[in-house]
């Protein structure tokens, strides 16, 4: 079992001078001195430093009040979520898994063993809430690998009581810069302590100012390839929204694939796209079936109670597959196999050796605005066979046709915006709202379709279909209404690209 709270904390060089006096911090009534800790903690990661180069620690922590395994991910400067798990010989599974998209199939070893005498104040308010935690860290660092280096350091440390205002810290900070003390350089013990027992400073890695058509590609791509490595343990979590937005990862960067096959080798990419595809459909599988339950119960909420006839409510979310709360273990099974994290690796291997073409050396402007008008010329192609259409399946089917192409190119244009600029800024925006316009027509044949299998079911279980027809002929009348939109929409962006 693991529990996850948010840190919000700050570090502080610290010097023989040790803890300046807290009293004076405005709201602070009382500084309790709470004694002095032995910490002992072992930080693992792979040999070359997978974990660390993306900000995330993991360790098992002895000592203090919180002994166990700690693994913490980055949020935002001075922010980090850290989930705990109890002390045990071994990683805990829950943990090793939510590291996986990091370290796939490589082995975390014992890298730095930090030992600290923590000497910790804790600083109080009138009403004896708890504001913050001060502690003065004398650290010992070891490297367990390599030529085992060590290093020492004094530091202050600031960690946020829960529920307390974050600008509570800024009140802290004022009274130590008067006292002396300065932030730390390091964002992390363990960043320190990998910086100074290392056998030679290593750069980090850079990656330069997109200057190429190529570079602009491949800097998208990169963009989602982390945004899937570092959505992953929130889908295992189940966290709101991380489902979505790792299928929206995997769909930006198989459009981008698409898009730019001038710049990179489609004989190279296809293939990982049609792994991006199968992922983003193992996603989709509860994603998908989520939402029109949701828009079905918000369709039924909306209807009076004296139209609702039979147990409708029921039927829609047996439906739906209500599930317990955490990922679906099919899920939390597709981001562990071999499949997905080979994909990972492939798109790994292809940013680290692009099959460039010929027009990823050129300059972006031309390049880039070349592929995005190709993907709006598409877009304008499927809409206006649609407005040509008459209501009905087929208008449907191209309805929906022009909604992908409206994602891709609004997605080739996202790549396209630091090299274009505004206009194609501008397009991304209009592609959004088209795309938005149409998806809302596409969630109503959908929904129909649901409430065609639902009144069948329920006919057959002797219960009334009215309600389900009801909701139907609302659905039809959504559908409708975007329909007599769509034409004057169109004539407001069909020369959206005009001026790329």
Do not use: C
Request: proline letters at 4%; aromatic letters at 4%; charged letters at 30%.
């Amino acid at each position: 079992m693991a529990d996850t709270k948010r840190e919000i904390e700050r570090k502080y060089e610290s010097d023989e001078s040790g803890l300046p006096d807290l009293t004076g911090v405005a709201g602070v009534a009382t500084v309790i001195d709470k004694g002095v800790a032995q910490l002992d903690a072992t930080y693992y990661d792979t040999v070359d430093e997978r974990l660390a180069a993306s900000s995330v620690t993991l360790r098992r922590r002895t000592g203090g009040s919180d002994a166990g395994w700690h693994l913490k991910f980055p949020v935002s400067p001075g922010v980090r979520d850290e989930i705990q798990a109890p002390l045990s010989d071994s990683l805990p599974r829950t943990l090793a898994g939510l590291v996986r998209s990091r370290v796939r199939d490589a082995e975390l070893v014992p890298l730095v063993r930090l030992r600290s005498d923590r000497d910790v104040r804790d600083l109080v308010d009138a009403e004896g809430q708890l504001l913050a935690e001060v502690s003065v860290d004398a650290v010992q660092a070891e490297r367990l690998s390599g030529d085992g280096g060590t290093a020492q350091w004094t530091e202050i440390e600031v960690e946020l009581a829960d529920g307390v205002d974050p600008a509570f810290l800024d009140k802290v900070e004022k009274r130590l810069r008067k006292a002396g003390v300065r932030p730390s350089k390091s964002a992390s013990k363990l960043a320190r302590a990998l910086a100074e027992t290392a056998p030679k400073k290593l750069a980090p890695r850079s990656f330069e100012d997109p200057v190429t058509a190529g570079d602009h590609v491949l800097a998208y791509v990169r963009a989602q390839r982390d945004a899937i490595v570092e959505l992953d343990p929130a889908v295992r979590q189940d966290a709101e929204d991380s489902v979505h937005s790792m299928r929206v990862a995997t769909r930006r960067m198989r459009s981008t694939f698409k898009s730019f096959g001038k710049v990179l080798d489609r004989e190279v990419t296809d293939p990982i796209g049609d792994e991006l595809k199968w992922l983003a459909g193992e996603l989709g599988v509860d994603r998908d079936r989520e939402v029109l339950h949701e828009r079905l119960s918000a369709a039924l909420d909306e209807i009076p109670h004296t139209l609702v006839s039979g147990p409708v409510a029921e039927r829609v979310s047996h439906w739906a597959g209500d599930r317990p709360g955490g990922a679906s273990g099919r899920l939390i099974g597709v981001l562990d196999s071999h499949r997905y994290l080979t994909l990972l690796d492939t798109v790994d291997a292809l940013l680290a050796d692009p099959p460039l073409l010929e027009a990823a050396g050129k300059k972006p402007g031309k390049a880039l605005s070349k592929a995005v008008k190709k993907d709006f010329r598409k877009v304008t192609g499927l809409v206006e066979q649609a407005l040509e259409l008459d209501p009905g399946s087929d208008r449907d089917v191209a309805i929906h046709e022009a909604r992908k192409k409206t994602k891709r190119t609004r997605y080739a244009a996202e790549a396209a915006t630091p090299a274009l600029g505004k206009s194609a800024k501008d397009l991304v925006k209009t592609m959004k709202s088209l795309q938005n316009l149409l998806g809302e027509h596409q969630d109503s044949v959908m929904a129909r379709g649901t409430l065609r299998e639902l009144s069948a079911v329920a006919h057959a279980a002797g219960e009334s279909a009215f309600t389900y027809g009801l909701l139907y002929g609302r659905e039809e009348q959504r559908a409708a209404a975007v329909e007599a939109e769509l034409p004057g929409f169109w004539d407001g962006v069909k020369d959206a690209t005009d001026v790329l």
